[in-house]
């Protein structure tokens, strides 16, 4: 994924309660969502014990945006009641990016 820069990141870095309780259809629900959102540029995440997803956006507006869309809004109440012992959310902006792909 390559992007036009500055461009901004919101990392969200998590630990899960046991169970899934509906966690992966919401999470699915959400980043469908997310792309649907004006500004919205890209997503990538991990899970092992601990989840990392980042979410990439044109501007700071868009970031605001989806933070106060009413589903994703649902899904962050569910998220401290439910799903997470605990997370942390940074928004970065990205000035800088190179990758490195091994050739066959």
């Known amino acids: ?39 919205f540029l890209g997503f990538e995440s991990a899970r092992s014990s601990l989840g990392i997803s980042v979410s990439y956006w044109k501007n700071l507006e868009s970031i605001s945006r989806w933070r106060s869309n009413i589903d994703h809004k649902v899904a962050q109440g569910k998220g401290k009641t439910t799903w997470y012992s605990w997370y942390k959310v940074r928004v ?3 000035d800088r990016e190179y990758e490195f792909t091994r050739q066959s």
């Open 1 to 39: 994924m390559e992007l036009k820069q500055p461009y901004y990141a919101v990392i969200f870095t998590n630990t899960r309660t046991e169970g899934d309780d509906g966690y992966a259809e919401m999470a699915e629900e959400m980043e469908r969502l997310a792309r649907e959102q004006p500004g």
């Open 92 to 94: 970065c902006t990205v």
